[in-house]
């Protein structure tokens, strides 16, 4: 009987380790680190830096982005730095770090005048002495992470997590992967960053995902659409426009939708975006 429990402990003792959520999910946002500045140091680079938060005294931190890395701007990775050229489609490992180089410096004057760090405070490891943590990080609402890539100077790799709860982002951790598809598969087209330096051409997937080319143009509504966010990843309509609605199309945004203006009949103008086949485009 003893030995038939002392099983039954090791057992329950098993599938709680395995249902465990990993140390990164287990931890709570801590509240916003604000008027955030980078603290100079020579291991800072695009995607890792020391930071001094305005409202936090007597502490500085170093944190590690979300979702993304930026190449090494060094040699001293270069298994890293292989795994970033063969990503990028570069064949000389050079042209890797001078992409590394230009994502450190793109930071540097993204941040330069103050930003938003959320973090759980979540171990990033890393070579420094210093605790890194994982971080989300932003100006005035547009994250550096999304803009990295979409500069085509970050790979989408790394430690992802839930952001519904954060105000900036309101979305899954696959929403917001989706959303760094997109500006990856912009920065691929106008061959930004690293994507300059690559000979590899887009996937058959990447092409049909990628956002549509449309030309600018109005549009008189025949028959009552569905207005959905300017994000392309937000896939649930926000109003209705009726017949007879003037649609000014700006750009295509996915492969789907285009970003568009309206004037709403209270004479209030306002941006969206529509399905291209609810156009007729």
Wanted: hydrophobic content about 35%; some cysteine.
């Amino acid at each position: 009987m003893l030995k038939s429990k002392f099983h039954l402990v090791l057992v329950v003792l098993a599938v709680a380790c395995l249902i465990a959520p990993p140390a990164h999910a287990a931890k709570k946002w801590r509240p916003p680190y604000t008027n955030c500045q980078i603290i100079p140091n020579p291991s800072n680079d695009g995607d890792s830096f020391h930071v001094r938060a305005g409202n936090i005294k007597n502490r500085t931190y170093l944190f590690r982005l979300y979702f993304v890395d930026t190449p090494e701007d060094d040699r001293s990775l270069p298994e890293r730095l292989q795994e970033q050229a063969d990503y990028f489609g570069i064949e000389n490992i050079n042209d890797v770090i001078k992409a590394g180089k230009e994502a450190t410096k793109f930071t540097q004057n993204f941040l330069k005048d103050g930003f938003t760090v959320y973090s759980r405070l979540s171990d990033a490891l890393g070579r420094s002495k210093k605790d890194r943590d994982y971080a989300m990080v932003n100006v005035n609402g547009v994250d550096l992470g999304y803009e990295l890539v979409r500069h085509g100077l970050a790979r989408i790799h790394g430690m992802p997590t839930d952001l519904s709860d954060q105000p900036d982002y309101k979305c899954s951790a696959d929403n917001w992967k989706r959303k760094l598809r997109g500006a990856e598969a912009e920065a691929k087209r106008e061959k930004r960053g690293a994507w300059a330096y690559a000979g590899a051409p887009m996937t058959r997937m990447e092409a049909l995902m990628a956002p549509r080319n449309v030309d600018e143009q109005d549009v008189v509504l025949t028959t009552s659409i569905d207005i959905y966010p300017a994000d392309p990843a937000q896939t649930r309509p926000i109003g209705r426009l009726n017949p007879g609605v003037t649609i000014h199309v700006i750009k295509g945004i996915s492969h789907d939708r285009a970003l568009v203006r309206f004037t709403t009949s209270s004479g209030n103008e306002y941006e969206g975006s529509a399905r291209f086949i609810d156009l007729g485009l």
